[in-house]
């Protein structure tokens, strides 16, 4: 099995501030790898998929990177509604998600 | 519009089984890999299992941690995907979406999820 390794587990973050999040997988995965957001009581969004393409629809402030076993997630200036979990998700074999990352808004 | 909408959830008894049932509409439902995630009280997503297409086989896969309990299927023609979940333990609890895949043939991204159910949730306790 694919294990992803997501970090860090939670964040803090003030209005503005540029936070990444990181994540590993134990394997090669190619660029097979995609992001959702979650808010409290309600089901996962994705973001982007693929590393890297954006969601139509989603803000631009979002966007990741990264191939083979490390990807990176970033938000250029966070905002308050996105206050959430994301969590990266490996699709090469068949589906592992990252154990999640907390955003707090300072 | 795509929606997907779980129904079946409950308290159930350890060792019992349910059977959960996602409907979907909106979209050619044959056309699509189905799958299972759930989430348990305050804690992370975990990947269930998925059923391929017709046109991939039909073929399912399972997380190890349910593998040989739970099994998925579907009624293409009623457009409906069912997990039947058996053996059940205090540590299956928790709201089980149902999903589907961004697109139905290969392509950039074509197995991410990008359609989620509200969820059900599945209480298994004494």
């Known amino acids: 099995d694919i294990q992803m390794t997501q970090s860090p587990s939670s964040l803090s973050a003030s209005v503005g501030d540029r936070v990444t999040i990181t994540c590993q997988a134990s394997q090669d995965i190619n660029n097979h790898l995609n992001w959702y957001q979650q808010k409290p009581g309600k089901a996962p969004k994705l973001l982007i998929y693929d590393a890297s393409n954006l969601i139509t629809g989603v803000p631009s402030r979002f966007s990741g990177s990264g191939s083979g076993t490390d990807f990176t997630f970033t938000i250029s200036s966070v905002q308050p509604e996105d206050i959430a979990s994301y969590y990266c998700?490996?699709?090469?074999?068949?589906?592992?998600f990252g154990q999640g990352t907390n955003l707090e808004i300072k | 519009e795509v929606q997907l909408v779980e129904s079946g959830g409950g308290l159930v008894q350890p060792g019992r089984s349910l059977r959960l049932s996602c409907t979907g509409s909106g979209f050619t439902f044959g056309d699509y890999a189905m799958i299972w995630v759930r989430q348990a009280p305050g804690k992370g997503l975990e990947w269930v299992g998925l059923?391929?297409?017709?046109?991939?086989?039909?073929?399912?896969e399972y997380a190890s941690s349910v593998e040989g309990r739970f099994t998925i299927s579907r009624d293409d023609s009623k457009g409906i995907a069912y997990l039947q979940m058996n053996s059940l333990k205090t540590e299956d609890t928790a709201v089980y979406f149902c999903?589907?895949?961004?697109?139905?043939?290969?392509?950039?991204?074509?197995?991410?999820?990008?359609?989620w159910g509200q969820g059900a949730l599945v209480t298994v306790s004494s």
């Open positions: 999903s589907r895949t961004r697109a139905a043939l290969p392509s950039s991204g074509w197995f991410a999820i990008l359609y």
């Open positions: 059923i391929r297409s017709k046109t991939y086989g039909g073929t399912t």
């Open positions: 998700q490996q699709y090469h074999n068949p589906y592992t």
